[in-house]
C-alpha cells in the first residue's frame, strides 16, 4: 500500500488535502465549556498525536515519493509545523476555543513521530533491497 501511494503521489496529495480539511473542520467547532480541571483531557492529547502524524505521513509520501530528499523532508516537517500553528491560531477566533502550546506540543510530537516512522521505512526498504541485489549476484 506505502509503495503504491508513493508511485500514485495525486492520490496521496489528495488524501493530505482531505487530511488537512478535516483539521480545519474540526478546529471550526465551537464545544461546551468542560466541566473540571482536565477539559477533554486524553481524547484531545491522542487526537493531536493521532491527525497530525497521519497529516504529516501523508505529506511526506507526496513530497518523498519513496526517496531520501533531504529538502523535501525539511520542507515537509516546516509545512506541517506551520499547519498546526495556523490550526491553533484558527481556534483563536472561534467560540469556546482557544490557542494551546500544548496542543502545539502534542501535533509536533505526532509530526516528529511520522517522519521517523516514515524515514525509517524508506531506509530500511533501501537496505533490504541492497541486500537482495547482493543475494542475487
Known sequence: MLSF?????????????AIAIIIFYISSLTFEPASGAGGFGM?????HIIIFFTFTLFLLISLLQGNLKKTEIIFGIIFAFIYALSDEFHQHFVPSRAMSLIDIFYDSFGIIFATTIYLSL????SIKNSLNNFKNK
Open 5 to 17: 501511494l508513493e508511485r500514485k503521489r495525486g492520490i496521496s496529495l489528495i488524501i493530505t488535502l
Open 122 to 125: 524508506i531506509k530500511y526498504r
Open 43 to 47: 481524547k484531545t492529547v491522542i487526537y
